[in-house]
């Protein structure tokens, strides 16, 4: 998804065709029966980062940094997850703030159980 983000969409389409061409016909890896997607807006992953970079004392990488580039992979993500017909899971609530890591597994298990 992170590097289709970088593609117009026309581009990123045929990035994906070759992509999964090359994954799943050429190298034979088995292909997915579901593919979740975990969706957080960058406003919420930036104060996550920042505190994360406070607490530790590490600074963020070049992409990290580049907030126009963090909003182009999400929406460019977003899309992909709708071309391929991807379940998507969003993990901040309409309050603003991260949902917890208990209802997020709640969601995906409510969603990986209709394959048992």
Known sequence: ????????P???????AWLF???YRRLGLPQ???VIYLDMPVEITERMMRGREAKTGTHADIHERDEAYLNSCRA???EIVRECGWAEIRCAGADG?????EDIHGEVLRIVQGLL
Do not use: I, N
């Open 1 to 8: 998804v992170q590097q289709a983000s970088k593609l117009t």
């Open 10 to 16: 026309g581009e990123r389409q045929e990035f994906l």
């Open 21 to 23: 061409d090359f994954e």
């Open 32 to 34: 997915p029966d579901l």
């Open 76 to 78: 460019g993500a977003r």
């Open 97 to 101: 703030r991260p949902r917890t890591a």
